[in-house]
């Protein structure tokens, strides 16, 4: 049995038993009739679905390093101190920019069509009039992994993993490393190019999702796309017929150096301990296709308006409470690592943090990495979510979200709220990831969780365990 | 009161009493109960599915004039052989060429980013580096009509009509006219290009329908394309914002020259009165995005299905089944039309007629356009299709579906056989109208329905009163 359980157990019982020992974080009676207001309050609020609206009309496609990126960081920056932030500023993020200027894709033989694909992040470009290869198909990643390279040289890799719908999500947990992991498999084995179906779970879209491939060193790179469903259907039923089947990349997109973008941050400062921060947020950036709505504008508008609403308050938190909104996110957590490499020195600042990058579902589950004697402030935090669909899972550790991961991965205390995720696929990284997917009531859940359990933190008596290399050993993350 | 209303209720009376003239048309019991087992048989068989399946894959999308377009012609001619027709042949249909080759929108100002739009049939291209103006937005059509030129002049015109799904997709009845005549009146008001919210009823998709527009006159066009239901939501929010919203249009597409195509044409040979025909069909092209599955694949392939069963009886029928897939359905019936004018003479050998082109739903209600004499026949028919879900609307005319809507103008005797078409504008004429969009089991329906009615027919003792002029005034068709 792991330690944490342990730990875990021991709380559950001094919970029952209604005991606390002196050194145990709660959260003060008046800070939780203020929690309880701050969620309910929030259930009738528009801000965060207008903030997201903003964000995606006004900005629409931020493309890390592409011109909307800076347009985002103005955005940010103009929409924190509008919303009456004490305090706004920004943090340098430099990361290599990649650029897609168009992507076309066919089947050459035996049955000559288009087919509609699109490029994967830090994919490079293929040769002017295109690259012409057999295909190779793949059930899954292992089988790709375990093929004579032999098979595979010389010939596009085509892996063709079919992801459904789950409100957990977690066939992204399989279509991901797909995404990643497969073009640099490929390439080792001498593949020339590599295409999937798309890590998406709607079967009739024909808009296929991007994302970013695991290609570090730009001398091993093959170009590689994703496919929609409907295309690696009609890949499939080709190959059916038992002909070779040659397809046509022609990919206009690579890395063009570097590009110095900006972690925007904006803070509600508190009014005792302003050093200690209850960190909140989302990631600016958003694939290019689509808005930006689900991934992320959702997570940024959640963490501004529940902040928001703290502000409003009569008397400012105790504590300071930082909404984060990060560069790059999407092309390896840019962001988010240069975020905890310049603050890993001041974790044990941090209070307690998460950030909301799973679109706008309801939030329907909360779980925390914390230390023991914190789990009584947690349970109260839970106690207050329950009435909004939030259920406390006990016995699962807390991630802290995507770039705040990085936080946690140096010592950050960190929950987990985990959003449902039944439609998240069906538009993640597409052209369809519009404002239209967010449902407002939805989205006032969100708030509501977020401004009840960052108050609650905020205004606790005593941490939750943050300190230099705590929660190393909790397991998965989100 | 309209004379056919009186014919109905004779016809309803003479049928009511169980009396029949010596002249009524009827069929004979033997080929009703043959038509029964056709029907049961083929909600059993996968030959219509495999058919649209055939076609989709290994040829794919069949834009008229294009190369796919000699490749479905192919495809049609050795379906009809390897299906065991009797007699395979062409017509040729000539046309104007409109080619497709890139198309790209963007906001331009106030808020710069890329639009997803498609361009429209007929529309010419843009001048090289596109076309840039402000939009000026209409509710719809007749507001556009109604506009002060002055307006409209020198702005690209946007037509904002929100479509929504149901059954019989009666809004594509106030949609496609802002498709087909919307750039028609934008233009003679001196709008320079034309835009308009998709005619789809996914509010979700990033996958704009396209679809033909009026212009007629070269001399007479602007660019027209089509937005998707986002793309119209970001339109309408930008212009909230109160300020000049200008777009830019980038379209390089436009007419080249003519094209002779061919209407493809299969038969089952009457074996008593091989020149008398039952004609049934779907349109062998489709839009270019997708490839064509249910627009018009589906018709197609159940037409074939259909005449294959009747072909696989012990007997030929005793007059012949006439399967055509049309040329250039979607730029104007250009295939229906030359069909029509073909055959104008003969319209009196065209026992019955009708033509499937709204998709591979269920058919779920029956009427026909003809003779008074024949309304025991026809009801004969509904018998037999009623226990598949078919419900026979006797207050309606029949109008042949698209292209045979043609030769039922000249005289032929027509039924409506009306799809489910709950879902089907939701893929219509966009990149997402593919082979999944087909239920097999719908698709076998729809070959019993065929099936049945078309042997029936064949069988019948008497006619349904095709002649020339016959039905001019039976009023609204499909």
Known sequence: MRRPSLTLLAASLLLASGAACAADTTVPAAAVKTAEQLRDKALHDDTGYRIVESLTTEVGPRLAG???????????IAKFKALGFDK????????????RRSEHGAIVSPFPQSMVLTALGYSPG??????????????????????????????????????????DGHDYGTGSPIRVQGPVVAQAKGA??????????????????TGVTGFRDPAKTIPAAAVSNPDADQLERAL?????????????????????????????TGAKHPD????????LDSWDPGTGAIDDGAGVAIAMAAAKLIRDLPQRPDRTIRVIAFANEEMGLWGGRAYAQKHAGEVGKF?????????????????????????????QIAKVLAPVGV??????????????????????AALSLTQDGTDYFDWHHTAADTLDKIDPKDMAQNVAVYAAFSYMAAQADGDFGSAPGAFADDGAGD
């Not at 292992?142 to 079919?162: H, N, S």
């Open 240 to 268: 059916g017929y038992g002909k070779p089947v040659t397809v046509r990349l022609d990919l206009d997109c690579g890395i063009e150096g570097q590009y110095t973008g900006a972690n925007v941050i904006g803070e509600i």
């Open 66 to 76: 592409s011109p909307a990126d800076q347009r985002g960081v103005d955005w940010a």
């Open 126 to 167: 293929t040769p002017k009039g295109g690259l012409t290869a057999q295909i190779v198909r793949f059930d899954s990643l292992d089988a790709l992994k375990a093929a004579d390279p032999a098979t595979v040289k010389g010939k596009i890799v085509f892996v063709d993993f079919r992801m459904h719908r789950y409100k």
């Open 192 to 209: 020339v190019g590599y295409l999937l179906r798309t890590v998406g779970t709607d079967p009739h879209s024909r808009t296929p999702n």
């Open 391 to 412: 259920a406390y899972d006990a016995k699962r550790p807390g991630g802290g979200g995507s770039d705040l991961s990085q936080m946690h991965g140096k010592g950050m």
């Open 351 to 379: 209070q307690l943090g998460t950030e909301s990058d799973f679109g706008a579902g309801k939030v329907w589950r909360m779980s925390a990495s914390v230390k023991p004697e914190a789990r009584g402030a947690i349970a």
């Open 88 to 99: 706004v500023y920004t943090e340098p993020v430099t990361y290599p920019k990649w650029v």
């Open 276 to 283: 200690q921060v209850v960190a909140i947020g989302g990631h």
